[in-house]
């Protein structure tokens, strides 16, 4: 693969905008084209960014000028268009969740399969600075054996819900968790090599209408309990509809040696009781443990890691999609790990339908 790397962004006035400056600073990769319905939006970010525009995606692809896309539209185009491109042997580095249904992941599944094209999922929040320094650990054994997890997506969005109006179908539309991959992502990272291999979830049932009067499919909040493939427990809070403050990076894990609590706001931080450093069982900042199990990466990054967003997360999601390419090698949250993420949330809306009985969760391994 020649670099730079031709990066198009689809969704490019939505969220794909997120990932601009990302590909923009990258040594390896060039920002070639935008694409987006926003027709005259589109047209003017990209000739302040001197390149192409476009309102078909599928155009973008067959154009030529693109060796790699960032699907960063709404939720139920991400696998229509990831198998577009993949079918072109096009890279890509997808928004989360990976899809929609079972099915059209499997579709996902086969197409890459087939493909010359790298597959990726932008899991951001799986690159928060906490998340990174509690794998590390988790991984280097300081939390013993671990055996529960929490992920919280605490996020109001009923008046987003009227403006990107896809949400009030694909995310508050139906019931269950439509949302995992934020607080299901970095806890099945820290528990390392496993799946959840069933889900059941329940709900809080319905407070809230919507403009029209209409109830939310979705219950207010709902939590899913994951049965991993170790036998460990992680419980997942979704709440896109309660009058309260955001908090979506809630997480909590437990081993047999220690344990973690994220922030929960107001000058809180995040915190720890390792076993092996720590006497009394009291809290101790995360932040000590920086210095050692921050990856060296992280520590000295180059400098113009520090000029993309998320405190140089979004930096480190382009650099390891570039480098699954560079180096023909398969990306830290590839097809499975990202089905790993997603798979999860579309089985618990089967078992929230069933009386929160326990559903199977497919392993796309195997299809
Ligand atoms: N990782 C994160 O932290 C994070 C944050 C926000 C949103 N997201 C995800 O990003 C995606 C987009 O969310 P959003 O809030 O930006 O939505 P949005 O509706 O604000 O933006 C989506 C953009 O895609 C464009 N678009 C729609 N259909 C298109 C098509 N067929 N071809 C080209 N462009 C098209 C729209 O015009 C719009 O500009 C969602 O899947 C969401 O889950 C992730």
Known sequence: MNTPIRFGVIGAIGRGAGHLRAIEIHRDAKLAALCDLKEEQVTVRAKELGVLAFTSAEEMMDSGEIDAVIVGTPMPLHVPQSIMALERDIHVLAEVPAGVSIEECRDLVLTEKKSKGVFMMAENYCYMRPNVVVKAMAHAGLFGELYFGEGEYTHELKGLNEITKW??????????????????????????????????????????????????ENEDANFTACRLSGGGLVNLRLDMLSDRPHNCAYYSLQGTDGCYEATRGLGDQPKVWIRSHHSEKSWHPLADFYDEYLPEHWKNPPEEAGKAGHGGGDYWIAQDFIDAILKECSPPIGIHEALDMTLPGLVSQ?????????????DSRNW
């Not at 968790?177 to 709900?203: A, D, E, K, M």
């Not at 089967?350 to 497919?362: F, H």
């Open 350 to 362: 089967i078992s929230i339908q069933q009386g929160s009985s326990w559903v199977a969760v497919p």
């Open 167 to 216: 949400r009030r179908k694909w995310q508050t539309g139906i019931n269950g968790n439509t949302y995992p991959t934020h607080s299901l992502g970095p806890v099945l990272q820290w528990f390392g090599n496993q799946r959840v291999i069933s889900v059941s979830c329940v709900g809080t049932g319905h407070h809230y209408r919507d403009p029209r009067g209409d109830q939310y």
